[in-house]
């Protein structure tokens, strides 16, 4: 950015938001030649098409703490604040979820600890949690924004709400006593989470993690500090719940939960339940399956979970089939399904559009000037859209030979 060239951008046009027009108004109030005004009016308008949104005071801060890592000269994506303004939602929708979870008459303990009867989900969130705070404490000791902006970033968004939050709804809502112990010790957990995983965004993103704040119960409310600003912030010897071995295994479930996820949309399975069978390549990973089995059926949208170890003989036929990992082979039932007849006839078509999509893509390319011709950017995109056609036409060849399968 220049002054020079007038597309300086205020901090607070960010914040507010601005039009188009008024990002003109401001270089038509400036001192530039208006030349050099006709020029800035080009790039703010090919930058900036329907002005700034607003991002909100936050959102900047967040950003602009990620982006330290680039040096003095940042360069700078609205989209990427516009993105983080959207994270603060994302807590908003947490903290909401939340307090109806935890319900008017919920008291957290005294002290963020574990009671020993925590459940795989719990231990796992709490171990990343750890992992978060740690890597905090190392990045505010050397400096080091980013990893501090990612740590926190990654725990509320990809594990905290992604994972987390959607695997202990069956618990939630269990009504029988134990089921109700269980339930208790997840809103234990559910709440050490939002109230450090709060701390930890302080002084980054002060407003809403304030705000939020002050929604939440206090462990000790005679003398708890008013305001999260004055809370100590946390440190990894408070919390040192990290296991490498939950997290090695969760890993594995995650890598299985993907898998039927992809097999799901690749055969339109929106909301149809569907049965699944994971054939193991040994006990101790039918045990870790059968451990995780409630997680991996809500994570997946899956009907049952069915560990199997060793071979196939066990598995009904009529299922699709994806390898999750070198230990599990995913098999996801779709007879009974789907119109098989019907998603037959489809793919066919769809595979004749891409086989003629490619025929004609090979004979542009093939013209004996097409590389004198054609720029090099072209060239680049024509050759990525013949492999993207030629990975989805093994695809689409593919589903269809297990479709014939089941018929």
């Known amino acids: 950015m220049s002054k020079s060239l007038g597309n ?31 020029k800035a009016k080009q790039g703010q ?40 303004r959207h994270f603060c ?33 719990d231990r796992w969130i709490l171990s990343r949690l750890s992992a978060a705070v740690a890597l905090c404490d190392s990045g505010f000791q050397a400096y080091d924004f980013p990893t501090i902006t990612t740590a926190i970033y990654n725990f509320w968004l990809y594990e905290l709400c992604d994972v987390y939050l959607e695997s202990v709804k069956p618990v939630l809502s269990r009504t029988d006593s134990e089921g109700q112990k269980q339930a208790d010790i997840c809103r234990q957990t559910l709440y050490t989470c939002l109230e450090v995983g709060l701390r930890l965004l302080s002084p980054i993103m002060p407003f809403v993690t304030e705000e939020l704040f002050q929604r939440l119960p206090r462990r000790r409310a005679q003398d708890s500090p008013p305001s999260i600003c004055v809370t100590p912030y946390p440190e990894t010897s408070e919390f040192c719940w ?3 071995d939950v997290d090695r295994q969760m890993e594995f479930v995650m890598s299985v939960v993907k898998t039927i996820r992809s097999l799901r949309a690749d055969y339109n399975l929106t909301k149809t339940r569907a049965d699944c ?53 995913v098999h996801l039932m779709l007879k009974g399904l789907i119109d098989l007849e019907k998603e037959v006839t489809k793919l066919t078509a769809k595979k004749g559009e891409l086989e003629k999509q490619m025929e ?28 993207q056609n030629e990975t989805e036409l093994q695809k689409v060849k593919e589903a269809i030979e297990n479709f014939r399968k089941m018929m």
């Open 8 to 38: 300086v951008i205020d901090p607070l046009d960010v914040i507010t938001g601005i039009s188009l027009e008024g990002l003109y108004a401001q270089l038509m109030d400036s001192n530039l030649d208006p030349l050099e005004i006709e």
């Open 45 to 84: 308008k090919s930058d900036y098409p329907s002005g700034i949104p607003e991002c909100g005071t936050d959102a900047l801060r967040f950003a602009l703490c990620a982006y330290t890592s680039q040096g003095r000269d940042i360069n700078l994506d609205v989209n990427r604040i516009l993105g983080y």
């Open 89 to 121: 939602n994302k807590l908003w929708n947490a903290v909401k979820f939340a307090m109806r979870t935890l319900g008017e008459g919920f008291v957290p303990w005294e002290k963020a600890q574990l009671c020993g009867s925590e459940s795989v989900s």
């Open 242 to 244: 990290h296991s490498e």
């Open 277 to 329: 069978y994971l054939q193991c390549i040994d006990s101790d990973t039918a045990a870790l399956v059968q451990t995780y089995s409630l997680q991996i059926q809500t994570l997946s949208y899956s009907q049952a979970i069915y560990p199997v170890v060793g071979g196939d003989s066990t598995i009904p036929q009529g299922c699709a089939v994806a390898i999750a990992s070198d230990k599990c082979t």
């Open 360 to 387: 004609k893509m090979m004979e542009k390319t093939a013209k004996n000037d097409y590389k004198e011709k054609v720029p090099v950017k072209v060239q680049e995109a024509d050759a990525e859209k013949l492999r």
